[in-house]
């Protein structure tokens, strides 16, 4: 099995890619930002696209890509968007040449535009924890080959997150001295996270979390439906996220949600029993996906955990019903909000560390349930 026959390391299993995705949807203010800088004649050369994981930010370098590289190349659009162009100077050839191009951009075999992401080791039959730094290069010799339609070139990084320190530096030196009528379309979940002089060679575009109806118009463009009575708590954990909310759904992420607060609500006693079946169902790679999940909603639930004591129960922040209870009964008052906190931080990078090094799923969630036991134990 070799990565042409699996999803690819930038794609949600069971959807779409991004190059394949038709409409986006709540980015149009970006998309502006972008049209305004082409049209001026003085477009940058490196693109740092960033905002909130799963909102649309690969689709969108995608439909950047696609726009650039079927721009005539001795002179400049009118666009107001990616999707209209003016048609009056726009001839037949012209167009036939936009749709072969726009052809090989989706069957990848567009020679102008190089894709950097997370490759696939065949040894392990999976995809490789990073980006490594022979991916990176690839770039030069990208770059190297010469293209007989001329234009510009594209390469989109995807994400820039998952460089080790070593690819990072080799996109650097790229980005430094970046080769004629090119455009780096860099996306990244957490910026923060990257090299300073990455980020001050490149010109930073942040799309936001989507609004409740983009949300939904994304998600029945992919044929898929929240569920009414879960609305609400789909809302709070999907964050905007188009990502969140697929991931949500495909593992009953409302229900197990509520498990979760079923069992803090027990605390500072655990139900052993109730925690094993739990467990049962994280064990084995087809399990994984829910299992990353799960270490996230914990992280989420005693997060919010130590909120709802600082800024109080009754503040508008938005609580769910099912969450009122335990709240209130785990943290009382800003006092051991504090607690709270602190084991937000400790649990997220213990989780994090686990979840890297493959950890026995069984014993790294016990482990974590047995520090939230402790923390609850502080309310006494």
């Known amino acids: 099995m070799t990565e042409s026959n699996l999803i690819l390391s930038d794609q949600i299993e069971g959807c779409p890619h991004p190059k394949d995705t038709e409409t986006l949807f709540g980015h149009q203010h970006a998309e502006q930002e972008f049209i305004s800088c082409f049209k001026s004649g003085k477009l940058h050369h490196g693109w740092l696209i960033t905002g909130p994981k799963g909102i649309g930010k690969a689709t969108f370098a995608w439909r950047i890509a696609k726009f650039l590289l079927t721009q005539p190349i001795d002179r400049l659009e009118t666009n107001q968007s990616f999707d209209n162009s003016d048609e009056s100077q726009t001839s037949e050839i012209d167009e036939n040449l936009k749709k072969t191009i726009i052809a090989r951009v989706l069957a990848g075999s567009e020679p102008r535009l190089a894709i950097i992401r997370k490759s696939f080791d065949e040894k392990r039959k999976t995809f490789r924890a990073s980006i490594r730094v022979d991916e990176v290069r690839q770039l030069k010799t990208f770059f190297s080959l010469s293209v007989s339609d001329g234009g510009s070139r594209v390469a989109i990084i995807d994400c820039a997150d998952d460089m080790n320190i070593n690819a990072a530096n080799a996109l650097l030196k790229t980005l430094e001295e970046p080769p004629k009528n090119t455009v780096f379309l860099i996306i990244s979940h957490k910026p923060q996270s990257l090299l300073p002089t990455i980020k001050s060679r490149c010109r930073k575009l942040r799309l936001s979390s989507l609004s409740d109806s983009d949300l939904i118009s994304a998600l029945r463009q992919m044929n898929l439906n929240v569920p009414e009575n879960d609305s609400e708590i ?135 349930f047995f520090r939230i036991e402790d923390c609850a134990r502080t309310v006494r």
Not at 261 to 268: A, G, K
Not at 297 to 322: F, M, P, Y
């Open 234 to 368: 789909y809302s709070l954990l999907g964050s905007g996220s188009v990502g969140n909310y697929i991931r949500l759904l495909e593992h009953d992420g409302a229900n197990l949600y509520r498990n979760l607060l079923s069992l803090l609500n027990q605390l500072p006693n655990l139900n052993g029993f109730e925690l094993e079946k739990l467990i049962g169902t994280l064990s084995g790679n087809k399990n994984k996906g829910r299992l990353e999940l799960l270490t996230e909603l914990l992280n989420i639930i005693v997060a919010r955990i130590s909120k709802a004591g600082i800024t109080g129960h009754s503040s508008r922040e938005i609580i769910l019903e099912d969450e009122k209870e335990v709240f209130v009964k785990l943290c009382p008052n800003p006092i051991i909000a504090t607690k709270w906190a602190e084991l937000a931080q400790t649990q997220s990078k213990n989780l994090k560390h686990g979840l890297a090094l493959n950890l026995d799923p069984g014993s790294l969630i016990l482990d974590t």
